[in-house]
């Protein structure tokens, strides 16, 4: 495993003109319909909107999960629509984080080995030890604690530790309060806000809970595809 890793320019996320469709019996329905977006590094954006509206296409598509019909996703100059799927996997192991919103960890895994299996997967060490990503979550007195023994909200910490470990460019968080009380949901959401800024991250979250959009840089509406200002 090396210790360092290359330098590189941090641009954000742009999408332009994107578009995803799927069959449905004789007719096409547009999960995202010509989408804009772009988040530059350190910059929150909330996405709201209906079920069905097409939030989590658009996560999907933003962090290479999935490939558009239509239209480019850049991060840090790299359009993930022109690479192979092998190199497609590589650059978003390197570049894009995630958090799901069940937390998405490993079961048998303790809160730091979580972290500690980025590390390996990846092959190299993180800027940041894990160590002090769990103290930044406030999860250090529970580093080796298991899943199971977490509650929701120190799941989410965890998770959101995690996806910071390789130093993504950009992060994609999928309802990260949906189980969460209300004291709790501002936690999370605070917390994803400081990491944002402090890290430089292109952070879009996808959320229903409007009580936690005032810790966001910017606040996008999806409706039928389609984004716009809330």
């Known amino acids: 495993m090396t210790t360092t890793t290359e330098p590189r320019t941090r ?17 096409e329905v547009a999960a995202l319909d010509h989408v804009d977006l772009a988040v530059t590094p350190g910059e929150l954006v909330a996405v709201v909107g209906p079920s069905g509206a097409g939030k989590s296409s658009l ?90 023994r977490l509650s929701g909200g ?16 950009v992060l994609l968080v999928d309802e990260p309060t949906a189980a969460l009380d209300r004291r709790r949901s ?11 800024h402090e890290h430089a991250v292109a952070t879009v979250m996808v959320t229903h809970d409007h009580d936690v959009l005032e810790h966001c840089d910017r606040v996008l509406e999806m409706v039928d595809g389609r984004l716009r200002p809330a």
């Open 11 to 27: 641009t954000g996320l742009a999408l332009a003109d994107v578009t995803l469709t799927f069959g449905d019996g004789d007719r």
């Open 154 to 169: 120190e799941r989410q910490r965890v998770g959101i530790a995690r996806a910071l470990v390789a130093s993504p460019s």
């Open 59 to 148: 996560l999907a598509v933003a962090g290479g999960l999935t490939r558009p019909t239509g239209g480019s996703v850049v991060v840090d100059g790299t359009d993930l629509t022109t690479l192979t799927t092998r190199a497609l996997a590589r650059f978003r192991r390197d570049h894009v984080g995630f958090v799901f919103q069940s937390g998405n960890l490993v079961p048998a895994l303790t809160a730091i080995d979580q972290l500690r299996l980025v590390e390996t997967i990846t092959g190299r060490r993180a800027a940041t030890p894990p160590e002090q990503l769990l103290a930044a979550v406030g999860m250090t007195e529970h580093a080796h604690r298991r899943p199971g």
């Open 186 to 196: 501002h936690e999370v959401v605070e917390l994803l806000a400081r990491q944002t």
